[in-house]
T-cell receptor, first 111, second 112 residues
Framework: EPEVTQTPSHQVTQMGQEVILRCVPI?????FYWYRQILGQKVEFLVS????????KSEIFDDQFSVERPDGSNFTLKIRSTKLEDSAMYFC?????????FGQGTRLTVV | GQNIDQPTEMTATEGAIVQINCTYQ??????LFWYQQHAGEAPTFLSY????GLEEKGRFSSFLSRSKGYSYLLLKELQMKDSASYLC?????????????FGKGTTLSVSS
């Protein structure tokens, strides 16, 4: 069964450093998303991407965040200058209809 | 504003039936979703309702009443592996690729 894959599974970075989280969505899907979940809290929407552009973003997705689809298979989330409060599980998701299918996540720890 | 409410915790025994309720107040509505999330893992899609009524999928069923802003997830013949968080989520936007707004989730513990 096709699945969304994310790398790395864990990332530890120093405050102020840039990180890139990588995702390979399911191949025939058209909609791509990033969500995050701070430990013990609810899943929060960051951004959605369709037709090679951002279709919606939340207040969390400020100028420190960016997304790219550099080729036909990868979808990346970049955080330019990480803060302690960026520590969370970051989930990539994709879909071709109303449902979104989630990857296993990247646990980002900012120290 | 957006508000999605679910009970924080529920407990049940193997073989039983449990109903997890969700109420929502959102500025728009384009579908209600239920996801299962085991600790430390990704949310897994369970069901989707956009019209009023009951959707059945094996041991799991989901119900929606748009006029009441209410949904429930019904789990039958509970198994130990059903111990997980169950997340209610609403899509507000009119297009398929818009955000899912999640509730805080209901942690279900199934005991033998």
């Amino acid at each position: 069964e096709p699945e969304v894959t994310q790398t790395p599974s864990h990332q530890v970075t120093q405050m102020g450093q840039e990180v890139i989280l990588r995702c390979v969505p399911i191949s025939n899907h058209l909609y791509f998303y990033w969500y995050r979940q701070i430990l013990g809290q609810k899943v929060e929407f960051l951004v959605s991407f369709y037709n090679n552009e951002i279709s919606e973003k939340s207040e969390i997705f400020d100028d420190q965040f960016s997304v790219e689809r550099p080729d036909g298979s990868n979808f990346t989330l970049k955080i330019r200058s990480t803060k302690l409060e960026d520590s969370a599980m970051y989930f990539c998701a994709s879909g071709q209809g109303p449902e979104a299918f989630f990857g296993q996540g990247t646990r980002l720890t900012v120290v | 504003g957006q508000n999605i409410d679910q009970p924080t915790e529920m407990t049940a025994t193997e073989g039983a039936i449990v109903q997890i309720n969700c109420t929502y107040q959102t500025s728009g509505f384009n579908g209600l979703f239920w996801y299962q999330q085991h600790a430390g893992e990704a949310p897994t899609f369970l069901s989707y309702n956009v019209l009023d009524g009951l959707e059945e999928k094996g041991r799991f069923s989901s119900f929606l009443s748009r006029s009441k802003g209410y949904s429930y997830l019904l789990l039958k013949e509970l198994q130990m592996k059903d111990s997980a968080s169950y997340l209610c989520a609403v899509r507000e936007g009119t297009q398929a690729g818009t955000a899912l707004i999640f509730g805080k989730g209901t942690t279900l513990s199934v005991s033998s």
